[in-house]
Every structure is written in C-alpha cells, then in structure tokens.
C-alpha cells in the first residue's frame, strides 16, 4: 500500500481524535475547520517519520495537540494545505450523537477557557489515558501528571456549575 493510501485510512480512522482536539482548542466552526485541516497537514509532514514503535493513535495525539496550542498561539490562524486529497476530512456533524450537542457545547465552553497544558490533560483524561500515559505524552513525572489533572478538572467544574 503506498503511504499516501495509508495515511489517509488512518487518518480516517481517527479522524474522531482531531475532531475532538479542534472543538476542545476553538471556539468557532471555522477555527476548528482551519485547526483540523493544520492538523491533518502537520501529520501528513511528518507521516514518513511514523516508525510504529508506538501505536499511530498515541503519535496523532502528540502532533495534533502540539499544533493545536501553536495554532491558538498564531495570529494568522489559517491553514497551509494545499493538497486537496486532505480536503475530504471536513468535519460533519452527523458524524457525531446530536443528542447531547448542547452538553458537549457547554462542556467545550468550558474547556476553551483553560490554559493549553490543562486542555490536553483534559482531553487525555476523556480519552482515558492512564497517569502514566499522560505523563509520558506530557513529558513530566506521573506524579506531576495527576496534581495538573486534577487542578484541570476542579477548573473545569467550577467553570461549568
């Protein structure tokens, strides 16, 4: 299979991680649109990198998060794509429950108004990461990755009540 072909099933694949990253880092439709289309193409850049010691989800997450708080860190905020075989990954809503959209909105509110280190330990905390986990992808101690979780969730409660 070429790499091309490859990356773009996995992307699809998981395409469900950077939907989640770009509502969690923006506010906007069109902000998460840009941030997801950076996303896909800060992986394309460096796919030929992917070695498979780690499984490609726990890279994704490490790039996608580190473009994120670079690109809420960039006044430009505008994406440099300019392959449009990536363009196919807008993001859909009916790709998601609508049910709990109002939750999920007031919930990602909330989240926006966290500082970036706590936005990622959130998002791990969402997707289940372990303590260790967390503190490896953070690169800190998993002491350290536990005390900023929780002092992130008590932010988050508060902003949310």
Do not use: C
């Amino acid at each position: 299979m070429d790499s091309e072909k490859e990356f773009l099933k996995k992307i699809d694949k998981h395409k469900g991680i950077i939907f989640k990253i770009s509502k969690m880092y923006m506010d906007n439709r069109d902000d998460q649109n840009d941030l997801f289309q950076e996303i896909v193409y800060q992986v394309w850049k460096s796919f030929s990198t992917f070695e498979g010691k780690s499984e490609f989800s726990t890279w994704l997450y490490r790039i996608a998060l580190n473009t994120a708080i670079i690109f809420l860190k960039s006044e430009k905020r505008r994406s440099f794509i300019q392959n449009d075989d990536v363009s196919v990954y807008k993001i859909k809503e009916e790709d998601y429950n609508l049910e709990d959209e109002l939750k999920l909105k007031q919930m990602y509110e909330a989240i926006q108004k966290l500082n970036p280190i706590d936005k990622a330990l959130i998002f791990y905390y969402l997707e289940d990461f372990s303590g260790k986990e967390m503190a490896e992808q953070m690169g800190i101690s998993e002491g350290n990755a536990r005390v900023k979780l929780n002092r992130a969730k008590e932010k988050l409660k508060e902003l949310i009540l």
